[in-house]
Structure formats: structure tokens, C-alpha cells
Antibody, heavy 123, light 106 residues
């Protein structure tokens, strides 16, 4: 059974870069049929999809964050990572990593999630 | 972006009640609609995908329906463990979006 675990600093200063890593166990990040996503949730607000990385390494990002986001895959360490630059207080949120299940018909959904990690942006 | 709007934002219910949550998309998404349950302090978990397919292990009291722009999640007989927040999410477009959530409380 796949497990995902986020790691990284819980406090980031304004204007700096937020960096998180998701470690995947029980599965390979390069396996076909899946890709890998980051989602965040500010306190009391809705979930916001940040972006995805395919097992090929190609990516898609939320247009609202695209200029500041980089998601990458590290197949040798069974990890994928998130970098969000020039952060402000508005980026304070619980950040989740998740696995996306793809089916041949084109449908896909988030079928496994990490527990989430709170990142606070403050000086 | 495709906007997702849920109603109601919250509801009060009792154990044994039938509960219905609706989700509306700003444009047609066929049946590219997923539902998640989130309990306090926990990550969301998928309940239903492709509008009406129950995720393995999810109790049969949960059901989903709809296509196009209008969707519903129904809990046929609310159980104590079902008090949570429910989110719909569209996966048609490259940019995924979620509804604002519906909190089911006592």
C-alpha cells in the first residue's frame, strides 16, 4: 500500500522560497498509470490544486501560481518536490502531496494523500 | 478556470438522516467529477470518482450522480463517522478545481 509523507520547513520568511519534499513508499514514482500532485489548503478555506508532475517528468501548474512554482521528480529517491518562490502570508497553508490514479479512459483522481504539513509564512 | 460551487456550505443533520449535497460546475464537465471526505486534522480521502463510482472500501450508503454541470452526493443514512467536510473536484480541465466544501455537522 502506497504511503506519502511531506517534509520541509514549517516556517518560511516572506519573499523566500518554500521547499517541500514528498517521499513515496510502497510504490515507484516512475510507475505508469500514476502521476503526482501538490494541493494546499489555507485555514478554513477550500483545497487549491498547485500542480502535477508526470512519471516522465513533465509538469502542469495552476495558472494562478505558475510563475512561482516548480514541481520535480526524483525517481532514484522515490520523491517529488515543490518549490514556491517569493512567498507571502497568503501562501500560509497546509500543503498536501498526493498520488493521482489515471485510467485509460482519461479519468483521474487523487487516490492517496500524505498527512499534510503546515507551512507558515512569517518574519 | 472551471468554477465549482457546492450547496449548502454547511448543514445540520442527525444520525440516520438522508443527506444530499450538490455541486455545480461553471461549464460542462461530463462526468469528470470526484468527491472527497475530509475529517478535522486529516487529509481528504476519495469517496467517489467519475461522478458515481464508489471507491473501494467506501460504504454503500454513499452514492453519487450527475453529468454535465450538476452533481449530487447522497448519504442514505448518516452515521456518526460521516460528520465531516465534503468536497467536489473536477478533473476535466488541466487545472483542477475544488468546491468550497460542505460541512456536515450535528
Amino acid at each position: 500500500q502506497v504511503q506519502l509523507q511531506e517534509s520541509g520547513p514549517g516556517l518560511v520568511k516572506p519573499s523566500e522560497t518554500l521547499s517541500l519534499t514528498c517521499t513515496v513508499s510502497g510504490d515507484s514514482v516512475s510507475i505508469g498509470g500514476y502521476h503526482w500532485s501538490w494541493i494546499r489548503q489555507p485555514a478554513g478555506k477550500r483545497l487549491e490544486w498547485i500542480g502535477r508532475v508526470y512519471n516522465s517528468g513533465s509538469t502542469n501548474y495552476n495558472p494562478s501560481l505558475k510563475s512561482r512554482v516548480t514541481i520535480s521528480l526524483d525517481t532514484s529517491n522515490h520523491q517529488f518536490s515543490l518549490k514556491l518562490s517569493s512567498v507571502t502570508a497568503a501562501d500560509t497553508a497546509v500543503y498536501y502531496c498526493a498520488r493521482v490514479l489515471l485510467v485509460p479512459s482519461g479519468y483521474n483522481w487523487l487516490d492517496s494523500w500524505g498527512q499534510g504539513t503546515l507551512v507558515t509564512v512569517s518574519s | 478556470d472551471i468554477q465549482m460551487t457546492q450547496s449548502p456550505s454547511s448543514l445540520s443533520a442527525s444520525v440516520g438522516d438522508r443527506v444530499t449535497i450538490t455541486c455545480r460546475a461553471s461549464q460542462s464537465i461530463s462526468n469528470y467529477l470526484n468527491w472527497y471526505q475530509q475529517k478535522p486534522g486529516q487529509a481528504p480521502q476519495v469517496l467517489i470518482y467519475m461522478s458515481s463510482t464508489l471507491q473501494s472500501g467506501v460504504p454503500s450508503r454513499f452514492s453519487g450522480s450527475g453529468s454535465g454541470t450538476d452533481f449530487t452526493l447522497t448519504i442514505s443514512s448518516l452515521q456518526p463517522e460521516d460528520f465531516a467536510t465534503y468536497y467536489c473536484q473536477q478533473s476535466l480541465s488541466t487545472t483542477w478545481t475544488f468546491g468550497q466544501g460542505t460541512k456536515v455537522e450535528v
